[in-house]
């Protein structure tokens, strides 16, 4: 093909799902060819591309090139509409399972079978070549399939649409997409039967789930019944489905599902059918319908697990227990530290610690000891008295599959608030549930799974390399049987829809033994701090020797770079999951090991407590234990409890940075709790501050953040001479046009240059007050300190007719960044000629005389030498002298003079 001409993929108008598909699949077979989408597309087609677009490689008419068209692929059909740059004898591939219409059109070659779909075409020769292709590019794949082969349940669908399809689910095709963008039409006959059911449907609610049984009598009826599964699913959207027709001498069982919890398979099987979970049949034979609707509603009571179980709310980890010998003074200052409401009570062991998160049996449990009946003694003078005297006893658990209904009632009965989870399997305590984990339960909508939207959100937003590398790490997790979590502010943007790689890994388990065992498997080596619990998994280079395993496919480019070439950072932090508490205000957090719900509530702000799970039985889990993605949604930044800021006051200069980067609003009562703690700021060190300030200077538009905080009377309190006005805003704005403009590498770090611009009106008396306050790293203090020593220069330096020799001087003591700077802060045209001047030529004029010189001409060393030599090259620079005979002259002139002078 010319270097200048283009192929093209191109199809049919009003496109379907098997023509999207085959243009994708013509794509993956020639990757130089674009696939370009036609004008006019289905509904369905569109809602699809308006999420999935930007992970798939099609592009519209009017982002073509304008190039010459050398060749077409056309799919699924064998007339189109011609587009740009295309000639009247453009040659081109017709690729379609219907049969060749027009084999004498010249130029023409055509590729093709009598199969279902053309996208089963494509995919046999992807699958041949070892093609990869991802979830999304599968899922397509087999929406083009499943489309035009009716689910692969017309008479047209052939064995390979079933192989093709097959592979397809092998290579991760996500059929819960595929159920939400199908549609398919009835025939009359099916049409007739689908009245009878629907008229006939019934929805039972089982253990908390919505099933849905319709029976109908059709003998003689020998169409498809599953299609009409799909549709009746559609109108109710049940977790199950089961749709029994007496077709005469026989009835025939139908069932889907859409929730683990209903094994549909399960259920046919004990009707002498057979299946998978989310689809079975079964055909039954000898009986009347009656009886069979009634056994299934008996199976599945018996079957559908709880629609919501203790394990979805609960708090997962070795919980904080009190040995039943700890007194009620001890008790308190347990409740001080941790902050819960209750907590359970556990035999007293010879030499155990009086509490703490650590392991314990159900069978050790005493009672429960609650933050009020430690008040009550305390309020009593019984501080002394051992806290066995005062809870309440019992042994009362529930397990992680208990439904929420029954520990509602064991709520109730008990009166106990918090109640430890037990594995049966185990009776080790793993964890505990509370009276508020039911409440948040009760105040949130129902939502279906969100496991599928985010597992596709990340294999859309990832680079391959990086999301092989998470699977492989939540694979490795598991093994140990370690819970991990992808956390914080990658899963804030991840849900927004920005880029941000920058991946922080909380493992409930120990994270450097996973650390380890990765780097063991595929190289690399790790960095831990047994004492926080912390590694650092530091990837093998591009350069190393290959490690196992990881992934080498390149990925599409991002908006952000990575440290790879295999589009990978150069490492993965993998963290303890841990709780926290602050002995007193301001102070840096003690911290202890926790549960994943723990470890997120120690976070700043609601926005930034978002998990997803990693590990493969609950790849791409939403965690929202605090309302992080509502908060999301509204655009609020809101913070965890009351003390927040009382115990770390810098999260005041993140509020206002997030609030800023996002556009979204701080909320009313966080606000209060900012104006109620700003003072604290006072007592936080000065490199704390000064990091939240580089933070915010590396944001895309610092002045926002900045201006906020002035709002919020948090600037006056770092220093009274800190504000934001118009100067700063345009000051600001130049400095980054010029940042932008400049070519190489800035001359000082970009914290350094906003510090210098937004300080440089301050008087010298204030500069100091500020360093004090501040302590400003060294780097940054000299560049302040020599831009301020140009201030008095500046009025001189902005004359047009400064002489060079002038230029010089003024300009010859300022560093590479307060050149950089100074027409950025003068806003001075005639400052940046000036010093535009300097660096191109002026600071390069030297004069031949040298020192050596000078000494054989008998003078003796001393300040004298920079004397003579600045003179000689002020001559120069001045016009005084333009040639070396000069210069000797002129030297040995002021030689003379010295000399003279001295005698």
């Given at each position: 093909m010319?270097?200048?001409?283009?192929t093209?993929?191109?199809t049919?108008?009003?496109?379907?799902?098997?023509?999207?598909?085959?243009?994708?699949?013509?794509?993956?077979?020639?990757?130089?060819?674009t696939?370009?989408?036609p004008?006019?597309?289905?509904r369905n087609?569109?809602?699809?591309?308006?999420?999935y677009?930007?992970?798939?490689?099609?592009r519209r008419?009017?982002?073509?090139?304008?190039?010459?068209?050398?060749?077409?692929?056309?799919?699924d059909?064998?007339s189109?509409?011609?587009?740009?740059g295309?000639?009247?004898?453009?040659?081109?591939?017709?690729?379609?399972?219907?049969?060749?219409?027009?084999?004498?059109?010249?130029?023409?070659?055509?590729?093709?079978d009598?199969?279902?779909?053309?996208?089963?075409?494509?995919?046999?020769?992807?699958a041949?070549?070892?093609?990869p292709?991802?979830?999304?590019?599968?899922?397509?794949?087999?929406?083009?399939?499943?489309?035009?082969?009716?689910?692969?349940?017309?008479?047209t669908?052939?064995?390979?649409?079933?192989?093709?399809?097959?592979?397809?689910?092998?290579?991760?095709a996500?059929?819960?997409?595929?159920?939400?963008?199908?549609?398919?039409?009835?025939?009359p006959?099916q049409t007739?039967?689908?009245?009878?059911?629907?008229?006939?449907?019934?929805?039972?609610?089982i253990?908390?789930?919505?099933?849905?049984?319709?029976a109908?009598?059709?003998?003689?009826?020998?169409?498809?019944i599953?299609?009409?599964?799909h549709?009746?699913?559609?109108?109710y959207?049940?977790?199950?489905?089961?749709?029994?027709?007496?077709?005469?001498d026989?009835?025939?069982?139908?069932a889907?599902?859409?929730?683990?919890?209903?094994?549909?398979g399960?259920i046919?099987?004990q009707?002498?059918?057979?299946?998978?979970?989310?689809?079975?049949?079964?055909?039954?034979?000898?009986?009347?319908?009656?009886?069979?609707?009634?056994q299934?509603?008996?199976?599945?009571?018996?079957?559908?697990?709880?629609?919501?179980t203790?394990?979805?709310?609960m708090?997962?980890?070795?919980?904080?227990v009190?040995?039943s010998?700890?007194?009620?003074?001890?008790?308190?200052?347990?409740?001080?530290?941790?902050?819960?409401?209750?907590y359970?009570?556990?035999?007293?062991?010879d030499?155990?610690?009086?509490?703490?998160?650590?392991?314990?049996?159900?069978?050790?449990l005493?009672?429960?000891?609650?933050?009020?009946?430690?008040?009550?003694?305390?309020?009593?003078?019984?501080?002394?008295?051992?806290?066995d005297?005062?809870?309440?006893?019992?042994?009362?658990?529930?397990?992680?599959?208990?439904?929420?209904?029954?520990l509602q009632?064991?709520m109730?009965e008990?009166?106990?608030?918090?109640?430890?989870?037990?594995?049966?399997?185990?009776?080790?305590?793993?964890?505990?549930?509370?009276?508020?984990?039911l409440?948040?339960?009760?105040?949130?909508?129902?939502?279906?799974?969100?496991?599928?939207?985010?597992?596709?959100?990340?294999?859309?937003g990832l680079?391959?390399?990086?999301?092989?590398t998470?699977?492989?790490?939540?694979?490795?997790?598991?093994?140990?049987?370690?819970?991990?979590?992808a956390?914080?502010?990658f899963?804030?943007?991840?849900l927004?829809?920005?880029a941000?790689?920058?991946?922080?890994?909380?493992?409930?388990?120990d994270?450097?033994?996973?650390?380890?065992?990765?780097?063991?498997?595929?190289g690399?080596?790790?960095?831990?701090?047994?004492?926080?619990?912390?590694?650092?998994w530091?990837?093998?280079?591009?350069?190393?020797?290959p490690a196992?395993?990881?992934?080498?496919?390149?990925s599409?480019?991002?908006?952000?770079t990575?440290?790879?070439?295999?589009?990978?950072p150069?490492?993965l932090?993998?963290?303890?999951?841990?709780?926290?508490?602050?002995?007193?205000?301001?102070?840096?957090?003690?911290?202890?090991?926790?549960?994943?719900?723990l470890?997120l509530?120690?976070?700043?702000?609601?926005?930034?407590?978002?998990?997803?799970?990693?590990?493969?039985?609950?790849?791409?889990?939403?965690?929202?234990?605090y309302?992080?993605e509502?908060?999301?949604?509204?655009?609020?930044?809101r913070?965890?409890?009351?003390?927040?800021?009382?115990?770390?006051?810098?999260?005041?200069?993140?509020?206002?940075?997030?609030?800023?980067?996002?556009?979204?609003?701080?909320?009313?009562?966080t606000?209060?709790?900012i104006?109620?703690?700003?003072?604290?700021?006072?007592?936080?060190?000065?490199?704390?501050?000064?990091?939240?300030?580089?933070?915010?200077?590396?944001?895309?538009?610092?002045?926002?953040?900045?201006?906020?905080?002035?709002?919020?009377?948090v600037?006056?309190?770092?220093?009274?001479g800190?504000?934001?006005?118009d100067?700063?805003?345009?000051?600001?704005?130049?400095l980054?046009?010029?940042m932008?403009?400049?070519?190489?590498?800035?001359?000082?770090?970009?914290?350094?240059?906003?510090?210098?611009?937004?300080?440089?009106r301050?008087?010298?008396?204030?500069?100091?007050?500020?360093d004090q306050r501040?302590?400003?790293?060294?780097?940054?203090?000299?560049?302040?300190?020599?831009?301020?020593?140009?201030k008095?220069?500046v009025?001189?330096?902005?004359?047009?007719?400064?002489?060079?020799?002038?230029?010089?001087q003024?300009?010859?003591?300022?560093s590479?960044?307060?050149?950089f700077?100074?027409?950025?802060?003068?806003a001075?045209?005639?400052?940046?000629?000036?010093i535009q001047?300097?660096?191109?030529t002026l600071?390069f004029?030297?004069?031949?005389?040298?020192?050596r010189?000078?000494?054989?001409?008998?003078?003796?060393?001393?300040?004298?030498y920079?004397?003579?030599?600045?003179?000689?090259r002020g001559?120069?620079?001045?016009?005084?002298?333009?040639?070396?005979?000069?210069?000797?002259?002129?030297?040995?002139d002021?030689?003379?003079?010295?000399?003279?002078a001295?005698?």
């Open positions: 010319a270097a200048d001409s283009i093209l993929i191109l049919h108008e009003h496109t379907d799902f098997d023509a999207l598909a085959s243009m994708l699949g013509a794509h993956k077979l020639f990757p130089e060819a696939p370009v989408l004008r006019t597309l289905n087609l569109r809602e699809f591309l308006a999420l677009r930007s992970a798939l490689p099609f008419q009017e982002e073509l090139p304008r190039r010459p068209v050398e060749r077409v692929i056309v799919v059909t064998q189109f509409i011609t587009v740009r295309m000639r009247p004898d453009t040659p081109g591939l017709y690729i379609d399972h219907h049969a060749w219409q027009n084999p004498d059109e010249p130029g023409w070659q055509y590729w093709g009598q199969v279902g779909a053309t996208a089963t075409l494509l995919v046999e020769r992807i041949e070549r070892n093609l292709v991802t979830q999304v590019e599968a899922t397509l794949l087999l929406l083009g399939i499943y489309e035009d082969t009716g689910s692969l349940v017309y008479v669908t052939t064995p390979r649409d079933l192989r093709a399809s097959a592979w397809l689910l092998e290579q991760g996500n059929l819960q997409v595929l159920r939400r963008f199908l549609y398919h039409p009835l025939t006959a007739e039967l689908y009245n009878q059911l629907a008229e006939a449907s019934q929805v039972h609610d253990a908390g789930h919505a099933v849905v049984i319709a109908a009598n059709a003998p003689g009826f020998s169409d498809e599953s299609t009409l599964a549709t009746l699913r559609d109108v959207e049940p977790d199950g489905l089961f749709l029994l027709v007496e077709l005469g026989r009835i025939q069982l139908v889907r599902s859409t929730s683990d919890a209903v094994d549909v399960r046919a099987k009707l002498g059918g057979g299946g998978h979970a989310r689809a079975a049949a079964a055909l039954i034979r000898h009986r009347r319908l009656e009886e069979v609707q009634s299934l509603l008996d199976l599945l009571r018996e079957t559908v697990l709880p629609s919501t203790v394990a979805q709310i708090t997962h980890g070795n919980p904080v009190v040995s010998g700890a007194t009620v003074e001890e008790m308190a200052q347990i409740i001080q530290r941790y902050g819960f409401e209750g359970p009570v556990v035999e007293s062991g030499g155990e610690q009086r509490a703490g998160p650590r392991p314990s049996l159900g069978s050790q005493r009672g429960i000891i609650s933050r009020r009946q430690v008040d009550r003694a305390t309020y009593h003078g019984l501080a002394s008295h051992t806290i005297r005062y809870m309440r006893t019992g042994r009362i658990t529930v397990t992680p599959h208990t439904s929420i209904a029954d009632r064991l109730i008990s009166g106990w608030g918090q109640i430890p989870v037990v594995d049966p399997a185990s009776d080790q305590i793993i964890g505990i549930v509370t009276r508020t984990d409440i948040k339960l009760w105040g949130s909508p129902a939502t279906h799974s969100r496991r599928e939207d985010i597992g596709l959100r990340m294999e859309a680079p391959a390399a990086l999301l092989s998470l699977r492989q790490a939540g694979e490795a997790a598991e093994r140990l049987g370690y819970p991990l979590y956390v914080g502010g899963v804030r943007d991840l927004q829809g920005r941000n790689f920058d991946v922080d890994l909380v493992v409930e388990g994270a450097i033994k996973l650390a380890r065992k990765l780097a063991q498997a595929h690399g080596r790790v960095r831990s701090h047994r004492r926080f619990g912390t590694a650092k530091i990837l093998p280079a591009d350069g190393d020797a196992p395993a990881l992934p080498v496919t390149p599409p480019p991002h908006p952000l990575l440290s790879s070439a295999r589009g990978l150069s490492s932090d993998f963290v303890s999951a841990r709780t926290e508490f602050y002995a007193e205000p301001t102070a840096l957090p003690t911290v202890e090991r926790g549960s994943i719900k470890d509530h120690r976070r700043d702000f609601t926005i930034n407590t978002l998990a997803i799970a990693l590990t493969p039985g609950r790849w791409g889990e939403l965690l929202d234990f309302g992080g509502r908060d999301l949604q509204q655009g609020l930044i913070v965890l409890h009351t003390h927040s800021f009382v115990d770390d006051p810098t999260r005041i200069l993140r509020a206002a940075r997030f609030e800023q980067r996002f556009g979204f609003h701080i909320e009313q009562r606000a209060e709790l104006s109620d703690a700003v003072a604290l700021l006072d007592r936080v060190t000065p490199a704390r501050v000064r990091h939240e300030l580089e933070l915010i200077f590396a944001e895309e538009r610092p002045e926002q953040a900045l201006r906020r905080l002035g709002e919020l009377g600037l006056a309190h770092i220093h009274p800190l504000h934001v006005d100067w700063v805003v345009e000051r600001f704005h130049r980054r046009a010029a932008s403009a400049h070519s190489g590498p800035l001359p000082s770090d970009v914290d350094q240059l906003y510090f210098a611009v937004w300080t440089y301050m008087d010298a008396l204030a500069f100091a007050q500020l501040l302590n400003l790293m060294r780097s940054t203090l000299t560049l302040l300190e020599n831009l301020h020593e140009l008095p220069h009025q001189r330096l902005a004359q047009p007719d400064l002489p060079p020799n002038e230029i010089c003024i300009l010859l003591p300022a590479h960044s307060v050149r700077l100074l027409p950025i802060v003068t001075s045209e005639q400052v940046a000629t000036h001047r300097y660096d191109q600071r004029v030297r004069p031949f005389t040298d020192g010189d000078l000494k054989r001409m008998g003078l003796a060393p001393g300040p004298i920079r004397q003579v030599l600045d003179a000689a001559a120069w620079l001045d016009g005084r002298i333009s040639s070396e005979a000069e210069e000797r002259a002129l030297v040995a002021l030689v003379a003079q010295v000399r003279a001295r005698d």
